[in-house]
């Protein structure tokens, strides 16, 4: 990681500056905004911001996501959004923030973290499909795209069920089905061909069905 940077839980003075880092590395305020709105309703897991000379460059935030199973309802913190300064990607900010906050979370015994996310980033950290352990998602992402890690072992064992974000990521949804589209703009674009895709082949099957009906 880029020498110099620190890794801390976010202050009061650091708001605002935590609402332009994601608006600067989302390319768009919606993910700074569900924030603001965590934030404001007190369902704020765990913040925490990398620092360079005193220079929020990177955040990460946690809030609960709640996972309905037959036995009950069962509440594992979501990651989500995560950013870091545009100018300084590819430098382990962002990796470092997951570690340091996977490590705290795990010391305050949460059980797992779930994450809608890119599949090709978070495995890294030890993410899996949530489906391993039978967790779904609300939303219309790739099996792969929605990933939980336990923290540790058997954590996560017994909580299959569908699980979902806060309300205050409902603003998200209107860029695509998926919160965790937030600017990441491949899993939107995975999305999106997927809706197309299994529009096309409606377009294709239903014209055959009838075909066949009407035959
Ligand atoms: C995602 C993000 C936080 C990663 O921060 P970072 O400090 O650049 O990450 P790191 O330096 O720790 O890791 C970089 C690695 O992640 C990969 N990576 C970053 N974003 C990725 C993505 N969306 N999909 C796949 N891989 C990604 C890089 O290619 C690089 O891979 P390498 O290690 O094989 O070279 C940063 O790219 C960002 O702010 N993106 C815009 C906002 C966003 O999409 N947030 C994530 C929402 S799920």
């Known amino acids: 990681m880029t020498s110099g940077v620190i ?4 202050r009061p003075e650091d708001d605002a500056a935590i609402h332009r880092l994601n608006g600067e590395a989302f390319g768009q305020d919606v993910e700074a905004d569900v924030v603001d709105r965590l934030r ?3 369902k704020v897991i ?3 911001v990398a620092k360079l000379n005193g220079r929020v460059v ?3 935030l946690f809030s609960p996501v709640t996972i309905e199973s037959a036995d009950g309802t069962v509440t594992v913190p979501g990651l989500a959004p995560m950013a870091v300064l545009s100018a300084l990607h590819k430098q382990r900010i962002g990796s470092s923030l997951v570690v340091r906050a996977l490590s705290l979370l795990k010391a305050a015994v949460h059980r797992g973290v779930v994450v809608l996310g890119h ?3 978070y495995p890294r950290f030890g993410f899996v499909p949530a489906s391993t352990f039978g967790i779904g998602s609300e939303y219309d992402a ?3 795209a ?4 336990e923290l540790f072992p058997g954590g ?3 909580c299959s069920g569908l699980a979902k974000f806060q309300p205050e990521f409902a603003g998200v949804k209107h860029r695509s089905s998926t919160p965790y589209s937030l600017g990441d703009k491949n899993i939107v674009i995975q999305t999106e061909l997927r809706r197309h895709t299994i529009h096309f082949i409606r377009q294709i099957i239903t014209p055959c069905r009838n075909h066949v009906q009407s035959a």
């Open 156 to 158: 996560l064992k017994g």
């Open 142 to 144: 790739p099996d792969e």
């Open 40 to 42: 404001a309703s007190g």
């Open 146 to 149: 929605f990933m939980a890690i």
């Open 58 to 60: 990177g955040h990460i």
């Open 46 to 48: 765990l913040s925490l």
């Open 7 to 10: 890794i801390q839980e976010e």
């Open 119 to 121: 599949p090709a980033y």
